[in-house]
């Protein structure tokens, strides 16, 4: 007859840190289950000699059998233990990856990028113009021929003289090597840069920029090649941390 008694009983979960919320509590007897709310009070329905199970992610997982004191008592009060969750390995298994970029981009199979070149569309080879290449062009125009007639082009000769010319040859040289660097930063994730390189979050473009200046930069990145253009950035990086007082 005592065993057949049920009733609700009434807690709660407490532990050091407080962080008590959403505590799952199981009556494995009854298959019945809880939660605790934010503040870890809990009610659920028991027996004489059920098993009630208290578990979260944070906590050991904490069994107790309801006895006659229990089932007697008016409020229970349950502490919980902090659980070690730090893993000893992480094994990355997407991809069969590594963790080591070098080899995991040399054994990834990736499909092509899909392209207007790859589509077959018109025109697909042809590259638009940066807004200081239209310039240049613009500034260097030939003669303008309407007909039998041919004008004398005074804007080149004008812009040479007074140098637009020149300037706008810098900057388009100056745009291409900055287009370059931007390249990198689809290439090669932010956190590469924080976490292999060493790089500050908000130095990444200072230091692409001095990247640019050096006379091996336009050479490494047309080459296409990842493992190289890695290593050149990984050797700047080197020196960048040491003048900018980062080792």
Known sequence: MAQDFSKTLEGKVYSEDGDV????????TTKKAAITD????????????DTLVFSAVQYKRKEIVVNAGILDSK???IPLEESNIA???VIVMPYNLTGELGRDMRNMDIDPVISATSLGLPNA???????SERLLREASMGPLSIGMLTSIPFNPI????SGRTKMLKKRVARDVNYNKSQQLRTEFADSLFVLQLKIPMEKIDDFLYYCEVDANFNAIID?????????FIKQKSFVYRKNNGME
Do not use: C, Y
Not at 38 to 49: C, D, H, K, Y
Not at 125 to 131: A, E, R, S, T, Y
């Open 21 to 28: 919320a959403a505590t799952h509590v199981l009556n494995t």
């Open 38 to 49: 934010i503040n870890g009070f809990f009610s659920i329905a028991v027996r004489l000699n």
């Open 75 to 77: 409020f229970l009060s």
């Open 87 to 89: 893993l000893d390995e």
């Open 125 to 131: 080879h042809v590259k638009p113009l940066m807004q």
């Open 158 to 161: 004008i812009n040479a003289i």
């Open 223 to 231: 080459s296409q090649d990842l493992f190289a253009i890695w290593d």
